[in-house]
C-alpha cells in the first residue's frame, strides 16, 4: 500500500471522494484541490483508468519541513530515487508554491533535479535525463509554507486529456470539469439528455461515457506509471481488458435519446470526430440548431437539459449575451415543462436572465474564473401552454414603458429631420441610470457610474434588465446593442480606447455624412447633443474662412463645408482624429488645398497663429492636464484668455461659436466687454429635442466684435 494525492479543481474534492470509494478505496480524505488515500497497485491502476474528476494521481513519497533550499536538497536526497525508477528515464519536476526563502519555483524544481541526479550519481549510476517536452516521469512538489509534499506521478499527462478531442471550439471545457457538470446535474442515465449549445461535444461525450460504464483513460497510449519499476505489466492489462469489456457491453446496450445542437456546422464535425475519437460513434444525435429554438422531442415527457454557454470575463462587452441567456430561459419553460435542466456559467447575472429558481447550485472553478453550476426543475405547467405563442415578460416596466414613450416622441421627429443617430433615453429614471442612443440597425447604452450607495449586484442587474428591456421595445439584434461605462472624464480621456473592432459606419445628419465607430473608442466620434449646433455652423458658413478648434473628428468642419465655406481649418492634438476629419470630408466629396489639417495643441497653437477667419467653432474640453500640454487648461479659469487669442485671429465682421459642457460654467461678460467683444448666450436655441431633459448638457455662445472696437 501506498499513500496518494489526488489533484482536481477547487470545488470537485467532495465528488472525488464518493468516485473513489465507489472504486473500492477506503476513508479518502479531502484536502485543498485533491483528496489523500492510500491503495494498493490494482486500486491505484483502477483509478488512474476510471476517475473522471482528478486530473492526476500522485504517489506520496515524502512530507517534510521546508524552511530553505538546504531542507529541500537533503529531504529530496533521502529518497531512494534507484529504487523507483532506472537511469535511463527521463525526468521533469513540476513544482508548485513558494515560501519565505525559496521565492521561486523554478529555482526549487532546479534544487529537486539536483537532488535526484546526485542521488543516480552517488550510486554510481549514469544521470537521469531531464526532458521538458515528454519526460518518462513527472515528480511532483507541493510547497505551502514550511511544508511541503514530494511525490511521483502515475499518469504523464493530465487525465482531463482523454485522447479524444484533437480539436475543440472557441472556450472549451477541460473534460474532468465537464465530467463533473454531468455527474451533479441530476440527469439519471436512462432518460433523454439534450445540449442545446454542444459546441465540440465533451459534456455529451462525458456523459454517455458515464452512462455506459466507458472508462475516460480508455483511448489514452501513456501513462507513467508503466515506467516506475514496481509496475505489474499482468496486472495493469487485466484492469484494462476488464474495464473494455464493460465499456463494450455498456455501449452495446445504450439507448438513451441523447441530442447535442450547435449553430455552427463546423463545430458540430469537430464533435462527431471526437465521438468517434471516444469509442461512442452514434449514441449522440448531433444536430444543427438554435438554442433558443429547440423543442422537446415528442415523445418524452421528461428529461434534463445540460448546458454551458458562453458566458465571456466581461459582461458589459456582451450584451448579446443577455439576450441569448433570456431567450434560452424562456423557450426552456415554454418547450420543456417537466424536465431538468442543469446550466454553468461563471456569470451569476447572465443566469439571473434565464428567470428561473435554482433547486441546487454549486462553485468550482474553470482555470482561473469562479463559476456556478445550478440545477433547475422546469415547471411542468409549462407543457400545457407549449403551442401558444411565445410571449416574453416584460422586463423593468416602469423603463420599458419611458422607453416606449420617448421612442414615440423622439423617433418621429428625428424622421423629420433627417437624422440617423438621436438619443431616446438619459436617466429618466433615477433606479435606471444610462444614456441610450439610436444608430442605424443599432443601441448604445452608456453606462454612468453608479453612486457609492448602491450595492454593485443591485447595479449590475438593473444594468441587465435596462439591456434586456431596450432588446425587448426596440427590437434591435442583441449582438447591434453597444455597452459602455461612462464616467466623469478629465482630459483626454474622453477618447480612451475601448477595443480593436473597426466597426465602422456612415450616418446622415441633416444631409451630411459621418463616419461613427461604435465599438473602438469610449465616444462614437460624433457627440450628438451638438447636432443643432453644426447645423447651424453649416448655415453660417458660406463664403467664410472656417476654423474649428479641438475639432475631434472634424463633424462641425464638415458641415462648415457642404455649407459652403471657402477654406476650412482643423486644429487638433490627436492624428487619429485628424485622419477621421479627412474621411469625413472625403466620403461628402470634399477636396482640395484649401481644407488644412493641423496636428497641435490648440492652445499653443493659438499663442502664434496668424490667420485670419470669418467663422472658428471651439469646444473645448471642461479640463485637461495632457502630458502633450505645458500646463493644465481650466475652461471656466482660462476662457478669457481664449477669447484673448480668438480676436486676433477674427475678422471685423466674424463670428466665434464657442461652446463647452461645463454645468455651472458662467461667461466673464465683463472682461468679454474690455476685450471689445460682445456674447450672446443661444444654448437653449442648440438644445435639440432628444436632449431636451438634460439642459446643461452644453451651453453655447456667439462671440463677436463690438461695432466700435
Not at 488512474?48 to 517534510?64: H, P, Y
Not at 486529456?161 to 451533479?184: C, D
Not at 505489466?233 to 446496450?253: D, F, M, P, T
Not at 450584451?319 to 441567456?325: D, K
Request: one cysteine or more.
Amino acid at each position: 500500500m501506498h499513500q496518494y494525492l489526488a489533484v482536481t479543481a477547487n470545488g470537485l474534492e467532495n465528488l472525488l471522494v464518493e468516485e473513489l470509494k465507489n472504486l473500492g478505496i477506503e476513508d479518502p480524505k479531502p484536502v485543498q484541490a485533491g483528496v489523500r488515500f492510500k491503495a494498493d497497485l490494482e486500486q491505484i491502476y483502477k483509478a488512474c483508468l476510471s476517475s473522471r474528476t482528478a486530473s492526476r494521481f500522485v504517489r506520496v513519497l515524502a512530507e517534510f519541513k521546508c524552511v530553505d533550499d538546504m531542507d529541500l536538497y537533503l529531504s529530496c536526497m533521502s529518497v531512494r530515487w534507484p529504487n523507483l525508477f532506472d537511469a535511463n528515464k527521463s525526468i521533469i519536476v513540476d513544482f508548485n508554491g513558494t515560501n519565505r526563502e525559496i521565492r521561486n519555483s523554478q529555482y526549487g524544481a532546479m534544487k529537486v533535479k539536483d537532488a535526484i541526479v546526485d542521488t543516480f550519481t552517488k550510486a554510481n549510476l549514469p544521470r537521469p535525463e531531464i526532458s521538458k517536452d515528454r519526460p518518462d516521469l513527472r515528480v511532483h512538489v507541493r510547497l505551502h509554507r514550511e511544508d511541503a509534499i514530494l511525490g511521483i506521478d502515475m499518469v504523464g499527462q493530465g487525465l482531463n486529456q482523454r485522447g479524444y478531442r484533437t480539436e475543440a471550439g472557441r472556450a472549451p471545457l477541460r473534460e474532468t470539469l465537464a465530467a463533473s457538470i454531468v455527474m451533479r446535474s441530476g440527469w439519471d442515465k436512462q432518460s433523454p439528455l439534450i445540449d442545446p449549445m454542444c459546441g465540440s461535444g465533451t459534456l455529451l461525450i462525458e456523459a454517455v461515457m458515464l452512462a455506459a460504464n466507458v472508462v475516460p483513460g480508455h483511448a489514452r497510449t501513456s501513462w507513467s506509471l508503466e515506467n516506475l519499476k514496481d509496475f505489474d505489466y499482468a496486472l495493469w492489462a487485466e484492469v484494462k481488458s476488464e474495464a473494455k469489456v464493460v465499456g463494450r457491453r455498456g455501449i452495446n446496450k445504450f439507448e438513451v435519446p441523447v441530442i447535442g445542437y450547435d449553430n455552427d456546422p463546423r463545430v458540430l464535425e469537430t464533435a462527431k470526430k471526437n465521438a468517434v475519437r471516444a469509442g461512442i460513434e452514434g449514441l449522440i444525435d448531433f444536430r444543427l440548431g438554435d438554442a433558443t429554438q429547440i423543442e422537446a422531442p415528442k415523445d418524452a415527457a421528461a428529461g434534463t437539459i445540460i448546458c454551458n454557454p458562453p458566458y465571456g470575463e466581461r459582461l458589459s462587452t456582451e450584451p448579446g449575451l443577455i439576450a441569448l441567456y433570456s431567450e434560452f430561459g424562456a423557450q426552456m419553460k415554454a418547450q420543456f415543462g417537466g424536465w431538468n435542466a442543469s446550466i454553468f456559467s461563471s456569470s451569476d447575472e447572465l443566469l439571473s436572465c434565464l428567470r428561473m429558481r435554482a433547486d441546487k447550485q454549486y462553485k468550482v472553478n474553470n482555470g482561473a474564473l469562479n463559476c456556478l453550476q445550478k440545477n433547475y426543475a422546469i415547471s411542468a405547467k409549462a407543457a400545457s401552454t407549449a403551442d401558444a405563442p411565445k410571449t416574453e415578460a416584460i422586463v423593468a416596466p416602469d423603463f420599458a414603458n419611458r422607453l416606449k414613450k420617448n421612442i414615440g416622441k423622439i423617433g418621429k421627429w428625428a424622421k423629420k429631420e433627417h437624422l440617423d443617430c438621436y438619443r431616446i433615453y438619459d436617466a429618466d429614471l433615477p433606479d435606471y441610470n444610462v444614456a441610450i442612443d439610436v444608430y442605424p440597425d443599432h443601441l448604445v447604452i452608456q453606462e454612468y457610474a453608479a453612486p457609492k450607495t448602491i450595492d454593485p449586484e443591485t447595479a449590475k442587474r438593473r444594468l441587465t434588465d435596462i439591456i434586456r428591456a431596450s432588446i425587448q421595445v426596440t427590437g434591435v439584434e442583441a449582438n447591434n446593442v453597444v455597452l459602455k461605462v461612462r464616467q466623469r472624464q478629465k482630459g483626454t480621456n474622453q477618447y480612451q480606447k475601448l477595443a480593436q473592432k473597426s466597426h465602422q459606419m456612415q450616418v446622415n445628419e441633416y444631409g451630411v455624412q459621418l463616419k461613427v465607430n461604435l465599438f473602438d473608442y469610449l465616444d462614437t466620434g460624433l457627440f450628438l447633443d451638438h447636432k443643432l449646433t453644426r447645423r447651424k455652423i453649416g448655415q453660417m458658413a458660406a463664403g467664410c474662412d472656417f476654423l474649428n478648434l479641438f475639432a475631434y473628428t472634424g463633424s462641425a468642419t464638415v458641415h462648415a463645408a457642404v455649407g459652403g465655406a471657402k477654406s476650412t481649418t482643423t486644429v487638433d492634438m490627436s492624428n487619429t482624429y485628424l485622419d477621421w476629419a479627412k474621411e469625413n470630408l472625403a466620403i461628402n466629396g470634399i477636396k482640395g488645398k484649401q481644407h488644412q489639417f493641423v496636428q497641435a495643441d490648440c492652445l499653443q497653437w493659438l499663442e502664434t497663429a496668424t490667420g485670419q477667419y470669418d467663422l472658428i467653432f471651439i469646444d473645448p474640453p471642461t479640463f485637461s492636464n495632457s502630458k502633450r500640454m505645458k500646463q493644465t487648461f481650466d475652461i471656466q479659469r482660462d476662457h478669457i484668455q481664449l477669447m484673448t487669442h480668438l480676436k486676433r485671429l477674427l475678422r471685423p465682421e466674424g463670428t466665434i461659436v464657442f461652446s463647452n459642457n461645463k454645468r455651472q460654467f458662467k461667461m466673464d461678460l465683463e472682461a468679454i466687454k474690455e476685450l471689445g467683444l460682445r456674447a450672446q448666450n443661444i444654448s437653449d436655441k442648440t438644445l435639440p429635442l432628444d436632449f431636451a431633459r438634460n439642459k446643461h448638457i452644453h451651453n453655447c455662445w456667439l462671440v463677436s466684435l463690438e461695432k466700435n472696437a
